[in-house]
C-alpha cells in the first residue's frame, strides 16, 4: 500500500475518478487544501465529497509555495508520502516541485510549468519546430494591436494561464479585440485566488476539425493511448459540446496526428509521471498543437476511453505518480465507440424544467447527469457552465455521436429556463 499527497483537485469528474482509482489500487492518500469549504460546497446534497475520505485532511496555504515547501517537509517526515499528485491545473507546477523538493517520483517542474502557461508553451514548440499557429506575446495594448494587425484577423486572444476555455474568444477587428483584452484585465485573480499575469496571447485561427490525443509517460517513453474527436459551439466562445472516442479519422490522419503530439510533449520534456491532454488542429495545411495540457483530460474523456478500451486513466496518472508503470493494456469492453453531449445553456436564467427519465433508461445509455430545477443558469462563455450530459455507447462501430446527439435532442425539448 503506497501513500499518496493530493494536493488540490478539480471538483468535477476527476475529483471523484481520482480517490476511486487510489482506493482501488490499494493505497490511500492525503488531502491538502487551502479551502475546504470550496470541496463542501462540491459535493452532492447528503453526501461527503470523496476528496475528504483521504486518510488526512490537511489545511494549508497551497497558493504560497515558499511557505508550503517547508510544511510539505514537515508532512512527509511525520506521514511518509510516496507520490503526489494533483488534477488541477492551477496547481500542477505546485505538486511538481514538491515531487522535486520531496525527492519523489514526477516530471521536472519546469517542463510543467512551461506546459501550464500557453505562452511559455508556444515558445517551446517554436523552436523545437512542432507545427503550431502563429502566435504573439505582449502586454500593452499598442503591441497588441500591432501584433493583431500582423497576425491578421480574424484571430484568436487567450489568457495564458486560465483553463477550461475560459475568456479565450474569437475577434474579427481592433474593437473586438480591445472588449477581449479588457475582459482579461477585469479578471485579475483565478477561482483559487491565484493572481493572474497580464500577459495577452494571441493566435492564428486555425481551420479544421479539433481532437485530443490522450497519453501516458513514463521512464522516458509516451505511450498513445488513443485519440478523442471535439464538438466546439459556437464562436466567439470555443465551448466544447462533445466528445467521441475514438475519434473518426483515417490512418493517415491518424498517424499524422499521433506523431505531433508525441513532438509536442518530448520538446516540452514530458516523458516521465505524465497522463497529458494535447490538444491538435487538424488544419488544411496539416496538424497544429492547440495545447498540452498535463493531466488527465477533463469532460468524461478518460471515462469514454474507459468504455471502449477498458484503460483506466486515472488509475494510470496512480501509477506513473508512484513511478510505477502503468497498465495500458486493452480489454474487449463490447463497446466500438462511445461519446459525450454536454447541455450547453444559451441564455441566463433560472432552471424551471429539466427531465431527462425517458433518456436515462434508454438502451446504450452509459451516464446521465442534470442540473436540478430552481438552479441560477448562466449563458455560457466557457466549459463551466453545463447543465449536464448525456453519454452512450455503440457496439457496432462509430455511431455513438448521432446517438447522443439525439439523446440530448430530446433532453433540450424538455428544458424550460425563465
Same mark, same amino acid.
Given at each position: =500500500?503506497?501513500?499518496?499527497?493530493?494536493?488540490?483537485?478539480?471538483?468535477?469528474? =476527476?475529483?471523484?475518478?481520482?480517490?476511486?482509482?487510489?482506493?482501488?489500487?490499494?493505497?490511500?492518500?492525503?488531502?491538502?487544501?487551502?479551502?475546504?469549504?470550496?470541496?463542501?460546497? +462540491?459535493?452532492?446534497?447528503?453526501?461527503?465529497?470523496?476528496?475528504?475520505?483521504?486518510?488526512?485532511?490537511?489545511?494549508?496555504?497551497?497558493?504560497?509555495?515558499?511557505?508550503?515547501?517547508?510544511?510539505?517537509?514537515?508532512?512527509?517526515?511525520?506521514?511518509?508520502?510516496?507520490?503526489?499528485?494533483?488534477? !488541477?491545473?492551477?496547481?500542477?507546477? @505546485?505538486?511538481?516541485?514538491?515531487?522535486?523538493?520531496?525527492?519523489?517520483?514526477?516530471?521536472?517542474?519546469?517542463?510543467?510549468?512551461?506546459? !501550464?502557461?500557453?505562452?511559455?508553451?508556444?515558445?517551446?514548440?517554436?523552436?523545437?519546430?512542432?507545427?503550431?499557429?502563429?502566435?504573439?506575446?505582449?502586454?500593452?495594448?499598442?503591441?497588441?494591436?500591432?501584433? +493583431?494587425?500582423?497576425?491578421?484577423?480574424?484571430?484568436?486572444?487567450?489568457?495564458?494561464?486560465?483553463?477550461?476555455?475560459?475568456?479565450?474568444?474569437?475577434?474579427?477587428?481592433?474593437?473586438?479585440?480591445?472588449?477581449?483584452?479588457?475582459?482579461? +484585465?477585469?479578471?485579475?485573480?483565478?477561482? $483559487?485566488?491565484?493572481? $493572474?499575469?497580464?500577459?495577452?496571447?494571441?493566435?492564428?485561427?486555425?481551420?479544421?476539425?479539433?481532437?485530443?490525443?490522450?497519453? @501516458?509517460?513514463?521512464?522516458?517513453?509516451?505511450?498513445?493511448?488513443?485519440?478523442?474527436?471535439?464538438?466546439?459551439?459556437?464562436?466567439?466562445?470555443?465551448?466544447?459540446?462533445?466528445?467521441?472516442?475514438?475519434? +473518426?479519422?483515417?490512418?493517415?490522419?491518424?498517424?499524422?496526428?499521433?506523431?505531433?503530439?508525441?513532438?509536442?510533449?518530448?520538446?516540452?520534456?514530458?516523458?516521465?509521471?505524465?497522463?497529458?491532454?494535447?490538444?491538435?488542429?487538424?488544419?488544411?495545411?496539416?496538424? $497544429?498543437?492547440?495545447?498540452?495540457?498535463?493531466?488527465?483530460?477533463?469532460?468524461?474523456?478518460?471515462?469514454?476511453?474507459?468504455?471502449?478500451?477498458?484503460?483506466?486513466?486515472?488509475?494510470?496518472?496512480?501509477?506513473?505518480?508512484?513511478?510505477?508503470?502503468?497498465?495500458?493494456?486493452?480489454?474487449?469492453?463490447?463497446?466500438?465507440?462511445?461519446?459525450?453531449?454536454?447541455?450547453?445553456?444559451?441564455?441566463?436564467?433560472?432552471?424551471?424544467?429539466?427531465?431527462?427519465?425517458?433518456?436515462?433508461?434508454?438502451?446504450?445509455?452509459?451516464?446521465?447527469?442534470?442540473?436540478?430545477?430552481?438552479?441560477?443558469?448562466?449563458?455560457?462563455?466557457?466549459?463551466?457552465?453545463?447543465?449536464?450530459? @448525456?453519454?452512450?455507447?455503440?457496439?457496432?462501430?462509430?455511431?455513438?455521436?448521432?446517438?447522443?446527439?439525439?439523446?440530448?435532442?430530446?433532453?433540450?425539448?424538455?428544458?424550460?429556463? $425563465?
Amino acid at each position: =500500500m503506497a501513500h499518496l499527497l493530493v494536493v488540490e483537485s478539480w471538483v468535477g469528474s =476527476m475529483s471523484r475518478l481520482l480517490p476511486r482509482a487510489i482506493r482501488e489500487g490499494g493505497h490511500e492518500f492525503t488531502f491538502l487544501t487551502r479551502d475546504l469549504h470550496h470541496y463542501l460546497r +462540491a459535493a452532492p446534497e447528503g453526501t461527503a465529497h470523496p476528496l475528504l475520505g483521504a486518510r488526512n485532511v490537511i489545511t494549508a496555504d497551497t497558493n504560497d509555495v515558499e511557505t508550503l515547501m517547508p510544511q510539505v517537509e514537515c508532512l512527509h517526515a511525520a506521514l511518509g508520502f510516496d507520490g503526489v499528485l494533483t488534477s !488541477c491545473d492551477y496547481y500542477l507546477p @505546485v505538486v511538481a516541485r514538491t515531487a522535486a523538493r520531496l525527492g519523489l517520483p514526477g516530471p521536472a517542474p519546469e517542463a510543467i510549468e512551461n506546459a !501550464c502557461r500557453k505562452d511559455a508553451t508556444r515558445r517551446v514548440l517554436a523552436e523545437a519546430g512542432v507545427p503550431g499557429p502563429r502566435f504573439g506575446v505582449h502586454e500593452e495594448w499598442a503591441d497588441i494591436a500591432r501584433c +493583431a494587425r500582423d497576425i491578421g484577423y480574424p484571430l484568436v486572444v487567450k489568457p495564458v494561464d486560465l483553463c477550461a476555455g475560459m475568456l479565450v474568444r474569437r475577434v474579427d477587428d481592433e474593437a473586438q479585440l480591445a472588449a477581449a483584452v479588457k475582459a482579461l +484585465a477585469d479578471f485579475p485573480v483565478n477561482a $483559487r485566488g491565484q493572481r $493572474r499575469s497580464s500577459a495577452v496571447l494571441l493566435e492564428e485561427l486555425l481551420d479544421g476539425p479539433e481532437v485530443s490525443v490522450e497519453s @501516458v509517460s513514463h521512464a522516458g517513453v509516451v505511450h498513445v493511448v488513443g485519440v478523442t474527436d471535439k464538438s466546439v459551439g459556437a464562436e466567439p466562445a470555443f465551448i466544447e459540446t462533445g466528445h467521441m472516442f475514438p475519434a +473518426a479519422l483515417s490512418a493517415a490522419d491518424m498517424g499524422a496526428v499521433e506523431r505531433t503530439a508525441l513532438g509536442a510533449i518530448t520538446a516540452l520534456g514530458l516523458t516521465d509521471g505524465v497522463v497529458a491532454h494535447t490538444e491538435i488542429k487538424l488544419t488544411s495545411a496539416g496538424p $497544429r498543437v492547440v495545447e498540452v495540457n498535463p493531466r488527465p483530460a477533463g469532460n468524461r474523456i478518460t471515462e469514454l476511453l474507459r468504455h471502449v478500451t477498458g484503460i483506466d486513466l486515472a488509475a494510470a496518472f496512480v501509477d506513473v505518480s508512484l513511478g510505477h508503470s502503468p497498465d495500458l493494456r486493452r480489454t474487449d469492453t463490447g463497446l466500438r465507440s462511445a461519446a459525450i453531449g454536454f447541455l450547453v445553456p444559451e441564455v441566463t436564467g433560472t432552471l424551471a424544467a429539466l427531465d431527462g427519465g425517458r433518456v436515462r433508461t434508454a438502451p446504450d445509455v452509459l451516464e446521465v447527469e442534470l442540473a436540478e430545477p430552481g438552479r441560477q443558469v448562466k449563458a455560457a462563455g466557457s466549459n463551466n457552465e453545463y447543465l449536464g450530459h @448525456v453519454m452512450a455507447g455503440d457496439p457496432s462501430g462509430g455511431g455513438a455521436r448521432a446517438r447522443v446527439e439525439s439523446l440530448l435532442a430530446e433532453v433540450r425539448s424538455g428544458m424550460v429556463i $425563465r
